[in-house]
Every structure is written in C-alpha cells, then in structure tokens.
C-alpha cells in the first residue's frame, strides 16, 4: 500500500502562485509515475501534470508554461508549482502515485482562485 498526504491549497488573486506537495509512504520503492488531477465542481477529474520516476514530464494544454512538477531525490514527493493562476484554476487538486499493481489517490486540496 502506499499513502499520499497532500498540502499548499488555499485561496489566491489571479495572478499568483501556489506549491501543492505530496509526500508518499508504504510501499515507496514500488512507485512509478506520479502526478496531479484536480476536478472542478460540476466537472470531470482531468490530468494536470505527471512526472515518471525517470523524470519525464507531461502537462495539460491549459497548464503548460504556468505549471510545473518536480519529483525530489528519493522520489517520494511531488511537487507542483502554479504560476500566474486564473480563476478557472480552481478545483480541487489529488496526487496520484502509479504502481504496477494499481493507483492511490491522495484526500485532495482545495485550491481557489479569485478575479
């Protein structure tokens, strides 16, 4: 099993920026991607960025050249930084962490953005 603990929501203007992280424990040497999705309200969970244990990174369009993952050294957390958030930025952001044997979720954290 692995658990994920994520933390940096909050409210911001439009305009600034915010680091979610996300630390794993359990069965961590198994880990192999690892990301972010964030659902809206009223909205389908959608990808926001990955990052593979290699360090290969993938973002969504609407994310790319604001958002950035980073995975530290022992690849036991992710990180993202949002840069010059909008208010369609806000959602609820979950951390992911990729198994062979399956997925896990983080509890999620709100993030808000206000015009």
């Known amino acids: 099993q692995v658990q994920l603990v994520e933390s940096g929501g909050g409210l911001v203007q439009a305009g600034g920026s915010l680091r979610l992280s996300c630390a794993a424990s359990?069965?961590?040497?198994?880990?192999?991607?690892m990301g972010w999705y964030r659902q809206a309200p009223g909205k389908q969970r959608e990808l926001v960025a990955s990052?593979?244990?290699?360090?290969?990174?993938n973002y969504a369009d609407s994310v790319k050249g604001r958002f950035t993952i980073s995975r530290d050294n022992a690849k036991t957390t992710v990180y993202l930084q949002m840069n010059s958030l909008k208010p369609e930025d806000t959602a609820v952001y979950y951390c992911?962490?990729?198994?062979?044997?399956?997925?896990?979720w983080g509890q999620g954290t709100q993030v808000t953005v206000s015009s």
């Open positions: 990052i593979t244990r290699g360090g290969s990174t």
């Open positions: 992911y962490a990729e198994r062979t044997r399956g997925w896990y």
């Open positions: 359990g069965l961590i040497f198994s880990i192999n991607d």
